[in-house]
């Protein structure tokens, strides 16, 4: 939906701004008032990268990608050492289908921060989507490492492993992950859509429904199935990026 960039701007840095004034529990530095009547200290570049963090998550959280592709862009500029400006920027090249962006991105941000479990895991995630199976799988199990019940770890880590037909091993990271057995077929039936193997999905799906009548990720599934294989539809691109909703920055 198009919008009024200036004002939109203008009033979300307002918030922002209002936030990180008046609000200790928030996490954010204020800025001290000078009880002599003089004004109050600047803010430090810190301080501004904050705020843009801020507007750009709520941007992104709007569906405005390209006004929060800049936020970020500012946040890291007023202050390089903001992992998560990079992390977000990469999250959002990967879903526009800008890989070499992403990785470039991704690849800062773990400079800056290389023992997050979260953030390995999405890089994972995105190398995975690029069929760079052992890269995703090394980057995954380093997550694991850190943090060895990382449910998305798990669950993308089953994916990798069913790649390699290791079906088994595959569905005992699902069950890590927390799937019952209608999510573990539902998860094997995406990565068989994955690979165009349009008879084998249709079977996981209807396992799925076998286990749970009224899975609507089955149900979806198999609609998506139907208009991806009779090329009508790309729905599957929206399906296989949906990992990445649940990365947050902290």
Not at 181 to 208: G, I, P, Q
């Amino acid at each position: 939906m198009q919008r009024n960039s200036i004002g939109y701007v203008a009033l979300s840095l307002s918030v922002a701004i209002l936030l990180l004034v008046g609000c200790n529990s928030s996490g954010w530095r204020t800025s001290r008032h000078n009880p002599s009547g003089e004004h109050d200290r600047p803010l430090s570049d810190r301080q501004v990268s904050n705020v843009q963090l801020t507007l750009a998550r709520s941007l992104e959280r709007q569906g405005d990608t390209t006004e929060a592709l800049a936020a970020y862009q500012k946040a890291i500029e007023n202050d390089p050492r903001q992992a998560i400006g990079y992390w977000r920027m990469a999250i959002l090249q990967d879903q526009r289908g800008k890989a070499e962006e992403s990785e470039a991105l991704f690849r800062e941000a773990l400079k800056l921060e290389p023992k997050n479990p979260d953030l390995l895991c999405d890089f994972g995630y995105s190398l995975y989507l690029q069929r760079r199976w052992a890269e995703s799988e090394e980057l995954l199990q380093q997550a694991i490492k850190i943090q060895p019940k990382h449910a998305r770890a798990h669950n993308h880590l089953g994916l990798v492993l069913a790649q390699a037909n290791q079906y088994e091993a595959a569905l005992a990271e699902f069950r890590k992950a927390g799937c019952d057995k209608a999510e573990c077929h539902n998860n094997l039936a995406l990565v068989m859509t994955f690979n165009e193997r349009w008879d084998d999905a249709r079977h996981h799906y209807n396992l799925s429904l076998a286990a749970n009548p009224d899975s609507e990720s089955a149900l979806t599934g198999l609609q998506n199935l139907e208009a991806v294989a009779s090329n009508t539809s790309p729905a599957i691109g929206s399906v296989r990026l949906s990992s990445f909703e649940s990365a947050e920055e902290n």
